[in-house]
């Protein structure tokens, strides 16, 4: 049986609850918290077994969330599998047929690989971009065209902001720009990279200065690279960089291929720590269930292309939303 509920999703099999990236404390035997991105994470108290990989556990503790239940015994009904979205992801494998991927990406990059899931009966999938058009370029052409783009500012003299989600984004970013010089690291972006190097990940900065928001003001004139947390260019930071420095904005998210996000950078690039709608259509085929649910982002949009390709596919919380029961059986 399974239940979906404004809080995540449960599932109960074999007379125990499991509940799915919960935001809130739930009543359940066991909660699994897929990654440490705050979308997926809830303020534990000290009742319940939390299920997590050790890198989540510590990148958590890091961001203020604490699990002080954590347990990593092996149970031999629940398998946590790689998911390749962020250091320390995993889906997870309940009773060998009931597959939750959590956030998912299947492609390779910098230092992550990319998830391989394995088969399964019942199929929860995130659906971020799953609306038909969403289509990634390779990582090798988008780290191309930064470069090129870099490259053109720094003959200009111009220095460029690179831009990501401070956890996971950022530190990709990190690896694939750390040629450049004088590489600057803004200070939220650094603690993360610190706490990466901490879990055996190499980013390659060790050249780089970090930046306090107290030092922008006194940085180098000319051409130099920063990582730092994505924002838009109407924030005070930027407008204090473009006013002090001219620098130029480069943001990097799979909403890059949305109309909509161009305005708020000088430039997107559609990096995406997510899988692609071909990509998640491939993770579908490649699982081969029976029924499939969707969630997060075109939830609705991707269940009903999958039925048009002959799944049983369903968006979580469309159905029974007043009790918030999923029945399956
Ligand atoms: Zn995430
Ligand atoms: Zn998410």
Request: aromatic letters at 12%.
């Given at each position: 049986?399974?239940i979906?509920s404004d809080?995540?999703?449960?599932v109960?099999?074999?007379?125990r ?17 897929s990654?440490?991105?705050?979308d ?10 939390v ?10 503790e890091?961001?203020?969330?604490r ?10 009904s ?9 250091l ?7 009773d060998d ?17 990319g998830?391989r899931l ?8 995130e659906?971020?971009?799953?609306k ?11 780290v ?6 870099i490259a ?7 220095p460029?902001?690179?831009?990501g989600?401070?956890f ?8 694939l720009?750390r040629?450049?010089?004088p590489?600057?690291?803004?200070e939220?972006?650094?603690r ?10 190499r980013?390659g ?16 004139h ?14 005070l ?8 420095y001219n620098?130029?904005?480069v943001a990097?998210?799979?909403w ?6 161009s305005?708020?950078?000088d430039?997107?690039l ?10 998640l259509?491939?993770?579908v ?11 997060h982002?075109?939830a609705?949009e ?7 390709m002959?799944?049983?596919?369903e ?14 059986i």
């Open positions: 049986m399974l979906g809080s995540g999703i449960i109960e099999y074999k007379g609850r499991v509940a799915l990236d919960p935001k809130h404390d739930v009543r359940a035997d066991l909660v699994f918290v990654h440490a991105h705050t997926h994470m809830h303020r534990a108290s000290s009742i319940g077994k299920l997590t990989s050790k890198e989540t556990l510590r990148i958590a890091a961001r203020g969330f699990y002080p239940n954590a347990s990593h015994e092996p149970d031999p629940l398998e946590m599998i790689d998911s390749g979205h962020v320390g992801s995993k889906t997870l494998l309940i047929r009931i597959l939750y991927t959590g956030d998912i990406c299947t492609r390779d990059r910098a230092f992550l690989k998830a394995p088969r399964c009966e019942i199929l929860m999938i659906s971020t971009y799953g038909k058009g969403f289509r990634f370029p390779s990582v090798e052409d988008i191309h065209k930064a470069n090129m783009l053109d500012m720094y003959s200009r003299g111009l460029v902001i690179l831009m989600y401070p996971g984004k950022a530190q990709i970013i990190t690896s720009f040629h450049w010089e590489l600057y690291i803004y939220s972006v650094a993360m990279n610190s706490v990466y190097r901490e879990l055996g990940v980013l900065d060790d050249h780089a200065t970090i930046v306090r928001s107290k030092d922008i003001d006194s940085l180098k000319g051409p130099w690279l920063m990582v730092a947390p994505k924002q838009s260019n109407n924030s930071f930027v407008r204090m960089m473009k006013k002090h620098a130029v904005t990097f998210t799979g890059a291929l949305a109309y909509w996000h305005r708020f950078h430039y997107t559609p990096l995406s720590d997510h899988c692609d709608f071909y990509e259509v491939q993770v085929n490649s699982c081969k269930p029976n029924k499939i649910y969707t969630f982002g075109f609705e991707f269940a009903s292309y999958l039925r048009g002959g799944y049983d596919a968006a979580i919380g469309s159905k029974c939303s007043k009790c918030n029961i999923l029945d399956y």
